[in-house]
């Protein structure tokens, strides 16, 4: 692998590394704009030297800037940065199917959360987030955030996959599996924090739930925490009309507009869902430089409401874009969520022209990278930053003819033309296969769960 390069004042002079070169190169370096022209690059390459990119340039180049250098010609193939899953409970893998179709009460009272102090253990937070973590990897998900108790657990699967992941220590004010009450699991949260900070493809940031289950005390402590630490603080917020009835009538005003009152609003802070938003709400998330996670297909299938992308775009607020968890998705599938995204905008503007391809693909690249605070490592595919590179093979029936790779990979492909995926340089996907997870393994540990709580039901 090693190669030998003649200086340049375009390139930076390396001793090892390797080329992707692809027939279609989609950097997602271009801010969002409905006019896709200029996008993409064609016959291009991506030059990569241990973790880092180190160029990104035409194929013609590659022997003359890197002579020698290891071109692992792909062809018919499409790279992209990684998809960031920007909200996830991984864990909760281990319920998808459990209960659909119930109304969201019932399903959250009468089956989730019963089903969770039941069996929630570090066990089930493990094996169920090994599950999610595989099938991410197969989707193109190359970076996820993720919320749930025993995020200790959580840490331990990403990391033995390799899989990049930003780690939500959540917090509730109720006793559980994790945590005692809302300090507790802020304290222990913390120590996992301290024990894994240094790892370079983890980071941190505070889930507290949502504004019912926690307190206006033990939100003031994290907001002093993540400024202190500069930790996202990722939230579930407006999912429903009901949650802001039920404040606007004990608080007279928006839950966004409490937590603006408790100073939490500002570029730190991840609003996930956000179905039902005033003018002044999206004032405010404007104004704050705050983030909107966009949660599509658990909104549809819960039927909590329809977050006015549109809206936030034309605002210039940034969108990020989360599949949650599969118990309310089904799956963790960014490239389905990104078409659902995609016409969802439409249907809810009822205008076919208001959110393009692109600006959803940027929500799920750069858009989730720059609400968990990693665009300057990851989101696009340029000089200096991480190698998470995702390549799709489209030379399949569904993918012809092509005239537009942006349209094709939004609207056509599916995650089975995912063909590799690398983070910080590492193949965790080569041609369609896990390199290291054993598929069959988690196959048999889903099943062994899937006996015991279906005994449980
Ligand atoms: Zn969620």
Redesign the pocket.
């Known amino acids: 692998m090693d190669f030998n390069i003649v200086p340049t004042s375009q390139s930076i002079p390396v001793t090892k590394g390797f080329a992707i070169a692809a027939d279609w190169i989609i950097p997602m370096q271009q801010a969002p704009h409905s006019n896709q022209a200029n996008n993409y690059l064609e016959k291009s390459a991506v030059v990569v030297e241990n973790d880092l990119i180190v160029d990104v340039i035409e194929q013609t180049q590659l022997q003359t800037l890197y002579p020698g250098i290891s071109v692992n010609q792909l062809g018919a193939s499409l790279l992209l940065p990684g998809f960031v899953n920007a ?1 996830c ?1 991984a864990a909760m893998s281990l319920l998808r199917g459990v209960a659909d179709d119930s109304s969201l009460n019932d399903w959250l009272n009468q089956h989730i959360w019963p089903l969770e102090s039941q069996w929630v253990d570090n066990d089930f937070v493990y094996e169920g987030s090994q599950l999610a973590i595989a099938e991410m990897l197969l989707g193109g998900t190359s970076c996820f955030q993720d ?1 749930y108790l025993m995020p200790d657990q959580v840490a331990k699967a990403c990391q033995q996959s390799g899989i990049r992941s930003n780690i939500g220590l959540m917090v509730v004010e109720s006793s559980n599996q994790w945590a005692q009450n809302a300090d507790e699991c802020i304290d222990k949260g913390l120590k996992v924090f301290d024990q894994y900070k240094h790892n370079s493809r983890l980071s941190f940031s505070f889930a507290p739930h949502s504004i019912s289950k926690i307190s206006s005390e033990a939100l003031q402590r994290l907001l002093t925490l993540s400024n202190e630490l500069s930790l996202p603080i990722v939230m ?1 917020l407006h999912e429903t009309a009901q949650e802001i009835t039920q404040h606007q009538h004990q608080y007279q005003r928006s839950p966004l507009e409490s937590l603006q009152q408790l100073g939490l609003l500002s570029p730190l802070f991840n609003a ?1 869902h956000m179905t039902q938003i005033s003018q002044k709400d999206q004032q405010l998330l404007k104004q704050f430089g705050c983030h909107v996670v966009h ?1 599509p297909q ?1 909104n549809m299938k819960l039927g909590s409401g329809i977050c006015p992308v549109t809206e936030l775009l034309q605002q210039e607020i940034n969108l990020a874009l989360g599949t ?2 599969a118990a ?1 998705n089904n799956s963790l599938d960014m490239l389905s969520e990104i078409k659902a995204a995609t016409l969802l905008a439409k249907l809810a503007s009822g205008q076919s022209n208001q959110v393009s391809a692109y600006q959803i693909l940027y929500a799920a690249t750069m858009g989730g990278a720059k609400a968990l605070g990693l665009d300057n490592t990851i989101g696009s595919l340029e000089k200096g930053k991480q190698a998470d590179i995702l390549a799709l093979d489209m030379n399949h029936i569904e993918t012809m003819p092509l005239y537009d790779p942006i349209s094709q990979l939004v609207y056509s492909a599916s995650r089975k033309q995912v063909q590799h995926l690398w983070v910080a340089g590492q193949a965790l996907v080569k041609d369609g296969q896990l390199t290291q997870l054993n598929n069959q393994q988690l196959i048999a540990q889903a099943k062994q769960w899937q006996q015991k709580i279906k005994g449980s039901f």
């Open positions: 909200h409970h919320s579930h996930v949660c658990s949650d968890g309310s």
